[in-house]
């Protein structure tokens, strides 16, 4: 009945909110329209400001409690400069405040205003009275440490910087709900912004926006954006506006968290108006941003739609901020002629288009952007990033990331970055700590829900984390990293188009390849057909993030080939052998003393779907054909995660489960045979390398040998069905000796070919060429850029 009464207020505003959409968008499109056929670019000048004394302005409006108690620690922190000034801008206060200021500080300039011009407006008139070139623009109820100014100052290292912003402290016993480290990006057709709390960011960092009341401008920028624009009226939203104007002028603005304010929040807003008028205002300024500011014609028309789609979800099940209302549509569009008059003059001063102003507040595209970096340094410096635990190497994958990082690590400096399924993990991960660089850890919460009709996939929304994000770009700028080394398909979300850094992407397997081989083991109809819709998802997401790397890592010549079927355009960038691999010394091929003549093992975590398929398989296809002929023949599973002991209770004693062991070349030295029964997935099995290694005889499905072996005795036997696979399993039990001259040749493969310390020295070599290109041929020694 609400959800009724909700709509029928509403009613007719929501008829006519189409043509107010259609209206506005009609304007804004005429803007441009005539902008592309008569407009001009606004000249730039850039020049450095002078830092030998600051301007603090203080817009004040019946505050006289807030300017006695924080104005004394602004003046301390100002003494000792007589250049240096107050300016506190009076917005037509009716409590004394200008009387109050003229006795009690009178070295204090005042500017009063007859009537109040809000927080834009008596801002725009301190700077125009202000005497210096840098200008500290402060709240009045912000109190200010007293060493707060000389890290803000040093920010103005260069004519490009627009901003410096504080870093804001509340009292201990309040919520935190700003830092002064902003963050900005686009979503669902509007601007989202947000205050990180980051500790890890100790210096001089890029941001989205300083904040209007802790933050120090260039004056001669802010006066050439033309100040906080009235357009935004009567608060919010107008620091934001003009920190995009500068990022869109190709300027910076900067986060200094040295530069501590403390903030009594809201002290003047949060007491005169009420929180459901404040939401209103947001409501109405996010949409009048989009319209001042968002010039990209496919950025414009999705913020229409969702802009009218959120009105009407928000008219029939209620109002949810930041989702546009109504209220909102209706108050923006009262103010569509300003909104035509200030997009006009931000066409003018737009020097970047809106996807770079979006991107280089990012920590990772702001050192690309900004940062003067040359040469490939023998020694570059990567940020590997896993979306797995990486210790213990419980997993195929995990053994090739852990023992390229103790590879790598020897020729680069490696910062690790990866996510843990639950804190318990993290004390065993810390061993990374012993050779990288440094390592960073995230407790990965679930990833985005899964939405009916996602283009997105499954595998690729549950690593979907802004906080992973955010790490990225930060250990980008801070770590001064020069290869981007993502792990795993779904982390190609990650991807930098960089034009002085390289992005990589190791596909331990390809995903859309394992989905398709997988197809025919799956038993319920609903199952192939959620199976075939994630493989169409996987087949354009993966093909598509491809095409965005600088390189991408395969583990075979196999897979090169095959996704190169699909993006020829790629040829020279796919590269097989620089990851998969293994360090062969730790396997001996002399300690191999088989205890039980009859065992056959199988290695493998049961998480992987591709290993439970291979052992359902062997334990209901094959093993019986061996059992006849062996009865005493016996299969060891070894494995975390392994499935409950009833699953294959009618073999008894034939099938035994072990569990995960610590060291895997125990049960590799003592056992007859090694299976590799798989029977879909992609890229190359570590249990296969290792069983090369260490001097096992092997047989194995051709797919479980992808990329190892092509022909049948070479390295290990081959087959592929039942009677095949048991005759061959047979033939190695009956006698090992036989098998001799083929476990020899496999493990020199192994040595040759997928030794980890070879193939590292590779994967190195593979990082400079792809800087090369992108920074030009020089080589330099790897120092700090």
């Not at 004394?72 to 917005?91: F, H, W, Y």
């Not at 034009?499 to 331990?508: A, V």
Request: proline share 6%; charged share 25%.
């Amino acid at each position: 009945m609400r959800a009724l009464a909700r709509l029928l207020r509403s009613l007719p505003l929501l008829l006519i909110s189409p043509l107010l959409v259609a209206i506005s968008a009609l304007a804004l499109l005429f803007v441009d329209v005539v902008w592309k056929l008569f407009g001009r670019p606004a000249v730039r000048r850039d020049r450095k400001p002078s830092t030998a004394a600051v301007s603090v302005v203080i817009p004040n409006w019946n505050g006289r409690d807030l300017l006695e108690k924080y104005l004394p620690s602004v003046e301390t922190a100002l003494a000792g400069n007589p250049a240096n000034e107050i300016v506190v801008v009076d917005n037509g206060s009716s409590d004394g405040s200008a009387e109050m200021l003229r006795e009690k500080f009178p070295r204090v300039k005042v500017l009063a205003l007859e009537r109040n011009l809000g927080f834009g407006g008596g801002s725009n008139a301190g700077f125009r009275a202000a005497a210096n070139d840098v200008v500290v623009l402060l709240n009045s109820d912000m109190r200010v440490e007293p060493d707060f100014l000389a890290p803000l100052l040093e920010g103005f290292s260069d004519e490009r910087v627009f901003a410096v912003s504080c870093q804001i402290l509340f009292a201990p016993d309040r919520l935190r709900e700003e830092t002064g480290l902003t963050q900005g990006w686009w979503e669902d057709g509007q601007i989202r912004v947000r205050h990180r709390n980051d500790p890890a960011v100790t210096g001089l960092y890029p941001c989205f926006y300083g904040g209007g009341g802790s933050c120090a401008f260039d004056r001669r920028k802010f006066l050439e954006l033309g100040g906080f624009d009235p357009l935004f009226e009567p608060f919010y939203m107008e620091d934001t506006d003009l920190g995009y104007l500068a990022w869109k002028r190709g300027w910076k603005v900067l986060y200094q968290p040295q530069s501590v304010v403390f903030h009594e929040h809201r002290g003047t807003i949060g007491k005169r108006f009420r929180q459901e008028q404040i939401d209103a205002v947001l409501n109405k300024n996010y949409l009048l941003f989009c319209w001042k500011n968002i010039h990209e014609t496919p950025r414009l028309a999705g913020h229409f739609f969702f802009a009218w789609a959120g009105v009407v979800v928000s008219a029939l099940f209620g109002e949810a901020p930041p989702r546009p209302t109504l209220d909102g549509l209706w108050r923006a569009f009262r103010r569509l002629p300003r909104a035509v008059v200030s997009r006009w003059r931000a066409r003018g001063l737009a020097a970047v288009s809106d996807t770079e102003a979006l991107l280089r507040p990012l920590g990772g595209y702001f050192r690309d952007c900004f940062e003067p970096i040359s040469g490939a340094p023998e020694r570059p410096r990567v940020l590997f990033v896993s979306p797995y635990p990486i210790c213990p190497p419980v997993h195929g994958g995990g053994v090739f990331m852990y023992q390229t990082l103790r590879e790598l690590a020897r020729l680069a400096e490696v910062h690790v970055l990866a996510l843990l399924d639950h804190s318990d993990q993290l004390p065993a991960n810390q061993e990374l700590g012993e050779f990288c660089a440094s390592t960073e850890f995230l407790v990965r919460m679930e990833g985005r829900v899964k939405y009916f009709g996602s283009i997105v996939p499954h595998a690729v929304r549950e690593f979907q984390n802004d906080d992973l994000a955010w790490l990225v770009h930060r250990q980008i700028y801070t770590r001064n990293i020069d290869v981007v080394q993502l792990e795993y398909t779904p982390l190609a979300q990650y991807l930098g188009e960089f034009h002085k850094l390289s992005s990589i992407l190791f596909e331990h397997d390809i995903y859309f390849q394992s989905i398709a081989r997988a197809l025919e083991y799956m038993r319920s109809p609903l199952e192939k057909i959620a199976a075939r819709f994630e493989y169409l998802r996987a087949l354009h997401y993966e093909l598509r993030m491809l095409r965005r790397c600088d390189r991408v890592q395969v583990c075979t010549v196999e897979n090169r080939q095959y996704l190169e079927s699909f993006l020829p355009s790629m040829a020279g960038r796919i590269q097989p052998g620089l990851r998969a691999g293994i360090d062969t010394t730790r396997y001996r091929v002399e300690d191999r003393c088989p205890a039980h003549s009859s065992t056959m093992l199988f290695l493998g975590g049961f998480r992987h779907a591709p290993n439970q398929i291979a052992v359902d398989w062997f334990v209901r296809q094959v093993l019986p054909r061996i059992l006849r002929d062996r009865p005493e023949a016996k299969l060891v599973v070894v494995g975390p995660d392994p499935p409950p002991a009833h699953a294959y209770a009618d073999f008894g004693a034939a099938v035994e489960f072990t569990g995960f062991v610590e060291d895997i070349r125990e049960p590799l030295a003592k056992h007859a045979v090694f299976l590799c029964p798989i029977r879909n997935g992609s890229g190359v099995r570590v249990k296969l390398l290792e069983a090369f290694a260490a001097g096992i005889p092997v047989v194995s499905t051709r797919i479980g040998a992808e990329g190892l072996a092509r022909v049948d005795g070479e390295f290990c036997l081959l087959a592929d069905d039942p009677d095949g696979f048991a005759e061959r399993v047979l033939r190695v039990l009956a006698g090992p000796e036989e098998t001799r001259e083929m476990v020899l040749r496999a493990r020199t493969e192994v040595e040759q070919n997928w030794d980890m310390a070879r193939i590292t020295r590779k994967l190195v070599e593979s990082y400079r060429d792809a800087l090369r290109e992108k920074r030009g041929a020089t080589v330099s020694a790897g120092g700090p850029s």
